[in-house]
């Protein structure tokens, strides 16, 4: 998703409002982490499912991520499956969402079960 060229594009105008968030609404001592992280999040998330969620929620997703990654403890793994609902995670899908946080290493989910 990162990368459009065309500022007129919806991707690039999403992107925008992400950024333009995180400036006035994210919490200040996570502006720089955020600045960093949402570039190479959004680097491999598809067009289609990044403008399924508004800046808003898209942020609250990233945001919620990074809250479940805070709390890994090296050399340890974390798994997490969840509904996200706008109460509890501030965004909502229409699936189940499972989150992975693991060191990188050779067949990562064989190495989780």
Known sequence: MVGHEDASTPE???????FR????E?????RSILD????????RLPDTEALELT???LLAEIIDLLAFM????????KVR?????LETCGYTTEGTVVEI???DRPFLVDSIT
């Open 12 to 18: 690039a105008v999403l992107i925008d409002k992400l």
């Open 21 to 24: 968030l995180i400036a006035s």
């Open 26 to 30: 994210a919490p200040p001592e996570r």
């Open 36 to 43: 960093a992280f949402v570039p190479i999040y959004l680097k």
């Open 55 to 57: 800046a808003a929620e």
């Open 70 to 77: 805070d709390g890994r403890a090296n050399d340890v793994n």
């Open 81 to 85: 499956v969840f509904h996200p609902t």
């Open 101 to 103: 946080v693991t060191d």
